[in-house]
């Protein structure tokens, strides 16, 4: 087989490639390791920036989650006994948040590489790249037994943290730099109305606790707790008490609660790999950084990446011009280090650590004092929270 651009991964980063490449017809061949089925049953993120909900329209994928999405003009910050808006809106000249899942961004996205004949490989096992570094590299995989070899001009790697391509990257040419958080999150996806029209952040003296949704009657829940938990000893009861004891008492009044239809532990981690590029293979996504959902921002630095790394191959490909995927790692991380430190920021400011004294836990009371008292402060966390604009013309 041969193709111009072969893609590692079928999640969100490796399907909205393929899709922006396709219309701008540039061939390319998705190969996902997991079925279908299994890819689009996870739960995933939920808070869309504009910079995707404009890519998502661009990419012709944007009509359902224009029709079902929800578009969020601000979010509350709890603590201390006080609820205070963050008017997102307001803050950034307009700008705001679309709510709308994961899941259903990945099936809008496999349903048009659907419709538009896109070849997108479910099941395929064993991928390895080869000869990044030549002018010719190619991709093996095998499917339903048999193995194939898929030559191509290029290697986008959009396949996720424990993905084959950054492993690929000699040992002397990559560097990682990681946090690990002494804690996770405990995640219940219900069938209820959301407690509110807007996301809740709570910083408790129990740990942190975050009421999110997913549509009008589906709501996403979480509790900080320990890295070691045990899933099993979290009956909907204690969840749902746990909730209730972290959040603001009007929040807590009027929860609605019902049975989980997902419930699962996620832990938090920081963690960047650099560079994104080596020879004609592309990082991109959680397969070169992964940052805690606290600041949701995963899967909108994924696309991020994608905006740059598909302005370069259309570049390459249409105008000649390799300067965009020379400079694709640099543009790329100088956004992936922003909202780094922003992930890592709003998580250290919202949760209890285990070593946290009175004193840590005063310096957070103060600083949310500070942040939601000052239009600085608040104007600060809302332009990231929106998403920092995308560099125009820095990846030329
Ligand atoms: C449990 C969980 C909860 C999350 N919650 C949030 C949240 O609330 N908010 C938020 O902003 N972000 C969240 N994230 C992060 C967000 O989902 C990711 O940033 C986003 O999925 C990144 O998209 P991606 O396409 O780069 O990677 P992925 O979605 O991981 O997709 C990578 C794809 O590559 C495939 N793959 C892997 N290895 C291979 C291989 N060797 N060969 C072929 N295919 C391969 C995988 O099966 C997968 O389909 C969460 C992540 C996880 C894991």
Same mark, same amino acid.
């Given at each position: ?11 969100? =980063?490796?399907?909205?490639? $393929? /899709? ?23 739960? !995933?993120?939920?808070?869309?920036? &504009? ?32 609820? %205070? ?6 803050? *950034? ?13 990945? !099936? ?24 990044? @570094? ?14 194939? !070899? ?39 996806? =219900? ?32 509790? &900080? ?16 008490? %746990? ?18 239809? @997902? ?30 959902? *606290? ?8 696309? $991020? ?17 390799? *300067?965009?995927?020379?400079?694709? $790692? ?10 780094? !430190? ?13 070593? /946290? ?16 008292? =000052? ?22």
């Amino acid at each position: 087989m041969k193709t111009q651009v072969g893609i590692i991964g079928g999640g969100p =980063s490796g399907l909205l490639l $393929s /899709q922006i490449l396709h219309l701008q017809g540039i061939e390319n061949v998705v190969l996902e390791r997991q079925s279908r089925d299994y890819v689009l049953g996870r739960i !995933r993120a939920g808070v869309l920036e &504009q910079g995707l909900v404009e890519m998502l329209r661009d990419a012709q994928v944007g009509e359902r989650m224009d029709r079902e999405g929800l578009i969020h003009d601000g979010f509350h910050l709890a603590f201390g006994g006080r609820t %205070e808006r963050i008017d997102l809106k307001g803050l *950034t000249g307009g700008k705001t948040v679309m709510v709308y899942g994961q899941t259903e961004v990945t !099936r809008d996205l496999y349903n048009a590489r659907d419709d538009m004949g896109g070849l997108v490989i479910d099941e395929a096992t064993d991928v390895t790249p080869h000869d990044i @570094e030549t002018d010719a590299p190619y991709l093996t995989f095998v499917k339903s037994g048999l193995e194939t !070899r898929l030559d191509c001009d290029f290697i986008a790697a959009c396949d996720g943290f424990h993905g084959v391509g950054r492993q690929s990257m000699p040992k002397n040419v990559l560097k990682t730099y990681e946090r690990v958080y002494p804690f996770g999150w405990l995640g219940v996806l =219900s069938r209820t109305r959301p407690v509110d029209e807007e996301l809740i952040y709570a910083n408790h003296a129990r740990g942190f606790a975050l009421c999110s949704m997913r549509s009008p009657t589906l709501s996403r829940y979480y509790v &900080q707790c320990a890295l070691d938990e045990n899933l099993d000893e979290w009956s909907d009861d204690r969840f749902w008490d %746990e909730l209730k004891t972290r959040l603001p008492e009007a929040a807590a009044a009027t929860l609605v609660t019902g049975p989980s239809i @997902e419930k699962s532990i996620a832990p938090l981690r920081s963690f960047v790999a650099e560079p994104m590029t080596h020879g004609r293979m592309f990082l991109a996504g959680d397969a070169a950084h992964i940052v805690p959902p *606290t600041g949701a921002k995963g899967l909108n630095l994924a696309a $991020s990446d994608v905006y740059y790394l598909s302005r370069a191959l259309i570049a390459q490909y249409q105008k000649d011009d390799e *300067t965009g995927l020379k400079n694709y $790692s640099k543009t790329a991380l100088s956004r992936v280090w922003k909202a780094e !430190r922003f992930s890592w920021w709003m998580t250290t400011l919202m949760h209890k650590f285990p070593d /946290q004294g009175v004193f840590d836990a005063k310096m957070q009371q103060a600083e949310l004092d500070y942040l939601t008292s =000052s239009k600085a402060g608040m104007t600060a966390m809302a332009e990231n929270y929106v998403g920092l604009p995308y560099q125009e013309g820095d990846e030329q």
